[in-house]
């Protein structure tokens, strides 16, 4: 039988894909282990998967309100979405104890959901962890079955305790990511990537998506006083890059689709401009990159811009009359660059998918399983520096 882990993640954008391949790539350097990541939409059905995913960039294009409604009840169902979810959560314990897992990760809040009630009412017991890639600790992410969280949120220990939940474990690790920030310099980058080593470079940053404005915001940044590189990155919207490569400015546009140079090019720009998701946000502070969020999709996004700009972590531009401020504050002020830079420092995870990998490991040994899996036979990391709670 097949006794490798699993990871739960959802291919709704990038981000909690991403995440899952960071885990899968630690875990297979630092371990034996070779998981298997499954898209949580797919594995219940490819048609619902595609539905999802159109509606959801539907909303988001057309009704981000929507969206946000939705987002808001996230952890709350009727009658009939409870019985949807026992159902499916049978399967899954079926799909599960099938493959005699040694533990399971989720990125994606219906996994967790699932993962969850699968665990509860199943007769297969398995070590569950909960990756959470955005900056608050939502509830939709919280279940009892839960054997321990990642975040990068300091109230989520409160949040359990709030909810009577005082013996499950919390780690403030950071959102992980796959790739690690480059070695080489700033100038280096630039001429290798032919940005403009005399001008600042600024990055607007879509997400997989290119769910941005580009275009209002390249007129917007014409009331600059001084011309600069925008770079921008449009990821799989190739209708955005036909409309960017004939649009008309006072500064150099540069267009790149999605591209697994992410973190370089964020290193080559004196600043990004970006909707507030977990890991493009958690890229660009591992970068040391100074940050201005702007137009957060509903919800998710506008609370982790909300939280960012309370820690001092990122500059959030409620208009565009903030947006050229904050931008030219940036580029045109070192004193206001290094304030930024030095509160975001704190908040700097680059680590994040090792110290995840690392609990993770510590924690099968403790797990009281009553699987015949020998865990010590893994190699283990050293204990991170990440401080254990609950």
Known sequence: MDSQPLIFSASIGQGHQQ?????????????????????????????????????????????????????????????????????????????????????????????????????????????????????RFHPAYISEQVDGYFTIDETADLVLRQLGLNNQRVFQTGIPFPCSPSSYDQKTLREQFEINCE??????????????????????????PLEVTVLCMVGHNQTMMK?????KSKHRILIRPFTSLFLEYIQSCDLIVTKAGGLTVSEALA????????????????ENALILEKWGAALFAKDSSELIKDIYSVIANQETRNELLTRARKYRKPEAAKEITTHILHLLIQYPLESQHSYESYDVLPVAKSKEQG
């Open 243 to 247: 409309k960017l490569q004939t649009k």
């Open 199 to 224: 001008q600042p470079a600024i990055m607007l940053a879509s997400g997989s998506d290119g769910l941005m404005d580009f275009l209002t915001i390249i007129d917007n940044l014409e009331e600059l």
């Open 19 to 135: 995440a899952a391949l960071s885990l899968q790539k630690e875990l297979m350097r630092s371990s034996s282990y070779k998981p298997e990541i499954i898209d949580i939409f797919k594995w219940i059905h490819p048609m619902l998967h595609f539905g999802i995913r159109s509606s959801y960039l539907w909303m988001l294009k057309k009704k981000p309100q929507m969206w946000g409604r939705f987002y808001s009840r996230l952890n709350r169902f009727n009658f009939f979405e409870r019985k949807a979810m026992k159902w499916l959560a049978s399967q899954l314990e079926q799909f599960i104890s099938k493959r005699e897992v040694p533990f399971v990760i989720s990125t994606h809040p219906l996994a967790t959901w699932l993962l969850s009630i699968a665990k509860e009412e199943g007769r297969k017991r398995f070590p569950l962890f909960s990756v959470i890639t955005d900056f």
């Open 287 to 302: 970068c040391e990159t100074p940050i201005v969020l702007y137009e957060p999709i509903v919800g998710h996004e506008e």
